[in-house]
């Protein structure tokens, strides 16, 4: 790729363009729910969070906080239809944001569920399960947040990227979540795990075709 | 009585405080009028959702209409609330589904079914099923599963009244009750998430207890269709699924009848189902609950065995392991 150097370019590139327009764009739109939930809260532009307030921020948060861990799981599939959009510039910002919004989920139920209840808090997550295993990819998460600088990425290198498969777990984990906690209508819990499942089977199954075309005809292609 | 009334439109809505206020004035002036409209008195139900209901104050059986509890918010909730934030999975089962599709369901002409071991059986049209009884209003805290809570001032008149009606004969062990099935105006039925119709059951000792209460209406009013028109139990010692909402059939049985919750889950959903913060459900809590309309950080307050009503109900479970019947 850098057969000649690269000679100082005017004018919009794609970096350029992702730190000044795209970028900015999307943190301001991985906004967009919170400012929502704010407004519900205060019932402002005909908004409503309900009556039971506490309940509207803890569902709607830890939602969120999926929608998140699912978009950055289709930078991937994405990438690969359309590599000159360079999504993979934006997964950080995404996985950032479900780490967000997985925080202010955990701190409604904290704060505002249990009243800073630090013993009904242990309880919980000791003995019910479905908080034992949200809280377990909360955790799982933290990692990941933490090394998400490119400090981090360059001086981990090849282990940052096993590190962050556990990104895999963690959505089952917190779909598990979601689904265990369901009364009895697990409809919606079941279509994220449809979208996971989707996601997860396309990179099994481009693991494979990379390996076969790696063995095949092509052997000198890498991934 | 008959005379039409549009709509209920939200300036309508007595503010709670204002309603305590007038109800409590009512009351004087219906003692003065004299015991003939109090406890004979044959109750009128007007066709339409939000119609005022004319009712006494004087709770039958001496039982007070609010049984205190200690460090228990009783201020009773808003119309808003108690009419936008409903469990009634026949019309979906977000808690504003029914608010939303309850509109379109046809609650009159409505009958009720009576059958199984009693003397007296039979179809009976509502508007004859309820007019043997005096309605009186009760404030009764009301404690869902899902471990929130409210405080609803309800209208209606003793179970035990209702039931004495129909002779109930010594095999009667059990009330099982039924509510409507009408896909066509109730969407949530659509979709098999529970088994149609909704079924519920009481012991007869407990359906024949004083709190038991059959419900017509709400603030005064016509009880609307999302509450569980036209007419719904309630059991206010037992978790908010026990009080079976727009009933159809009533049925007296021998053996312990089957309820839609403990079919779909019976290791979650038990028949008895009563308050208790030491029996947790099996994946939550219930030693606490959300008290809707508590301050925003503090919605939280303890849950009391038998809902507070332990006093009242508790030597019906005497030598019974709630947890086992949990």
């Known amino acids: 790729m850098a057969d000649t150097p690269n000679p100082p370019r005017r004018g919009l590139t794609v970096e350029r363009g992702y730190r000044s327009i795209v970028k900015p764009i999307v943190f301001v739109a991985s906004l967009v729910p919170l400012g929502w939930m704010v407004c519900a809260l205060f019932g402002w532009f005909g908004f409503s969070a309900g009556v039971d307030p506490v309940k509207f921020l803890e569902l709607e ?40 919004y997985a925080l202010v989920h955990f701190s409604v139920y904290v704060v505002l ?5 630090w013993h009904m ?32 990425m360059r001086r981990l290198g090849r282990r940052w990227t096993r590190l962050h498969r556990l990104i895999y777990g963690i959505a089952a984990l917190g779909i598990w979540h979601y689904y265990w906690q ?21 990179r099994l199954l481009r693991s494979r075709w990379l390996r076969r075309m790696i063995a095949g005809r092509r052997g000198a292609l890498t991934a | 009585m008959r005379f039409r009334v549009p709509g209920i439109a939200p300036s309508e809505i007595t503010p709670p405080d204002a309603y305590f206020g007038r109800r409590a004035f009512l009351a004087g002036a219906l003692a003065a009028a004299g015991t003939a409209l109090g406890r004979a008195g ?17 709770a039958a059986d001496s039982v007070d209409a609010l049984v205190h509890a200690p ?39 409505w009958n009720i079914a009576v059958a199984g071991e009693a003397e007296v059986t039979g179809n009976f049209a509502l508007e004859d099923f309820v007019k043997p009884y005096a309605l009186e209003e009760r404030i009764y805290r009301f404690r869902c599963v899902e471990a929130w809570s409210m405080v609803i001032p309800w209208v209606g008149f003793p179970l035990a009244r209702l039931l004495q009606q129909f002779k109930p004969t010594s095999r009667a062990k059990y009330v099982a009750f039924d509510t409507l099935y009408r896909p066509g105006q109730m969407p949530g039925q659509r979709v098999p998430v529970l088994k149609w119709p909704y079924a519920e059951g009481l012991r007869i000792d407990e359906a024949m207890h004083p ?12 009880l609307p269709n999302q509450n569980g ?23 007296f049985t021998e053996q312990q009848p089957l309820t839609t919750w403990s079919e779909a889950a019976p290791d979650e959903y038990g028949f008895y189902a009563n308050v208790n913060p030491s029996v947790p459900h099996p994946r939550w809590s219930q030693a606490r609950q959300r008290r809707i309309g508590n301050p925003f950080f503090h919605e939280r307050q303890d849950t009391l065995l038998f809902n507070g009503y332990a006093n009242e109900v508790a030597s019906l479970y005497t030598g019974m392991d709630l947890r086992r019947n949990f």
């Open chain 1, 182 to 202: 369901e009364k009895i209508d697990v409809r919606m819990p079941i279509r994220y795990a449809a979208v996971l499942a989707v996601l997860l089977g396309y």
């Open chain 2, 211 to 222: 709190l038991s209460f059959m419900v017509v209406g709400l603030y005064g009013r016509v």
């Open chain 2, 229 to 251: 028109a036209p007419l719904r139990l309630i059991v206010p010692w037992k978790y908010g699924f026990k009080s079976i909402k727009a009933i159809v059939r009533i049925v």
């Open chain 2, 71 to 109: 460090n228990q918010n009783e201020t009773p909730n808003t119309w808003d609330q108690i009419t936008q934030y409903n469990n009634y999975y026949e019309f979906g089962t977000s808690k504003t589904d029914p608010a939303e599709y309850a509109g379109q369901l046809q609650v009159r002409p």
């Open chain 1, 61 to 100: 948060n830890g939602k969120t906080a999926l929608d998140f861990i699912l978009l950055t799981l289709m930078v991937t599939p994405v990438h690969d239809l359309a590599r000159h959009l360079q999504l993979l510039r934006l997964r950080r910002m995404l996985g950032l944001f479900a780490f967000f």
């Open chain 1, 113 to 117: 569920d249990l009243d800073f209840d």
């Open chain 1, 121 to 152: 808090v242990g309880a919980d997550i000791v003995k019910r399960p479905y908080i034992t295993v949200g809280f377990t990819a909360l955790l799982l998460l933290l990692p990941l947040a933490v090394t998400s600088t490119n400090r981090m």
């Open chain 2, 42 to 58: 044959a109750a009128v139900l007007p066709p339409r959702a939000g119609m005022p209901l004319a009712f006494t104050q004087d």
